[in-house]
């Protein structure tokens, strides 16, 4: 039986993602609607052969009947509206850090802790940071064979994880900077084109600690979402001039010893995992070859030489930030919570 979906921020990057993902992956739907800002509300969006009008968000948008809504809002209008589609019977996965890191609501990547979603005792299922997707399902499997000790990650994140803005300020600045013309910037602090932000988001002032909320994210999301309080996770996040894909160096201590062709035959099994590691072909997960791709990609597999016993591994992966890291994510949960009958 198919479900009544609320795709609510259907004009951003990610919404655009959830209409295209619902329709590529086939999703059962009975009936749906698309919802923005006032100001997108009128535009028309078309999904599997019909054109559908934006609404515009508002206390009313749920009331007449719906499953599944889908968020991707500032996290304000989504602590204001998810409760109150919740009220309503309707079950929402949130695109937002509003809800995350609260103890009655599940954080869920489908591959490591799908069946959290049935904990969503408040009706409202968090979607993880873009940056922990893609690496807690490479890094939960290894886990699982050989207890994961500690983590060293430096993340490399794409300007479409800012939104559609972000990507245009980069492309227009590109130009200006090749052609030696002055540019103003309104999204980023800095010069963004042939550079590299050590600060995300680019907004918010630093932590007291010297980490930024985006670094402190991937600690306690990822404790959250493996079950596993006692790993230990350092982190560094930058933000790169690519346009789509998050990259990822990670170093990982383990309590057991680790190969690296034991951890290439425990990934090549793992769900959502591509291993691609061939440095003698130059084979290795690239941003410009992922873009569109589900999976998180997996390459130079590497011992850490500075730990005894084979106790640590290197790798580099790559998954697209708005599909895995957003959409897709989001929709796997609510595949989720069919096939559970919930």
Request: proline share 4%; aromatic share 6%.
């Amino acid at each position: 039986m198919g479900k009544r979906v609320v795709v609510v921020g259907a004009t951003g990057a990610v919404g655009e993602n959830f209409i295209s993902i619902l329709q590529q992956r086939d999703f059962p739907i009975s009936k749906i609607k698309f919802v923005a800002s006032a100001r997108s509300a009128g535009r028309k969006v078309a999904f599997k052969g019909r054109e559908y009008t934006i609404e515009g968000l508002s206390d009313t948008t749920f009331d007449d009947g719906w499953d599944i809504a889908l968020f991707s809002i500032p996290k304000a209008m989504s602590r204001k509206f998810s409760p109150i589609a919740a009220s309503k019977g309707c079950i929402v996965v949130d695109n937002s850090n509003a809800f995350r890191m609260e103890a009655d609501v599940p954080l869920v990547v489908p591959e490591v802790n799908g069946d959290d979603v049935t904990k969503a005792s408040r009706g409202i299922i968090a979607n993880p940071n873009c940056s922990t997707i893609g690496m807690v399902v490479a890094v939960n499997p290894l886990h699982k064979a050989k207890t994961v000790k500690r983590l060293v990650i430096t993340t490399m994140q794409s300007v479409s994880g800012v939104g559609l803005k972000a990507i245009e300020e980069l492309k227009a600045e590109s130009a200006a900077v090749l052609a030696g013309k002055p540019y103003t910037r309104s999204i980023f602090p800095h010069q963004m084109a042939f550079n590299v932000l050590p600060q995300i988001p680019q907004s918010d002032a630093f932590d007291a600690n010297g980490y930024t909320s985006e670094e402190m994210k991937l600690l306690h999301e990822t404790r959250k979402i493996m079950h596993a309080d006692s790993i230990r996770v350092t982190m560094t996040c930058t933000r790169v001039p690519v346009i789509y894909c998050h990259s990822e160096a990670v170093n990982i201590e383990f309590e057991k010893s680790c190969t690296p062709d034991e951890a290439r035959a425990i990934l090549s099994k793992a769900p959502g995992v591509t291993v691609l590691d061939d440095v003698s072909q130059q084979q290795y997960p690239l941003a410009t070859d992922i873009a569109g791709q589900d999976d998180t990609f997996v390459g130079r597999i590497r011992q850490d030489e500075s730990l005894d016993g084979n106790r640590g591994i290197n790798l580099w992966l790559v998954s697209d930030n708005l599909r895995k890291g957003a959409a897709l994510n989001a929709v796997q949960i609510a595949e989720t919570l069919v096939a559970k009958g919930l």
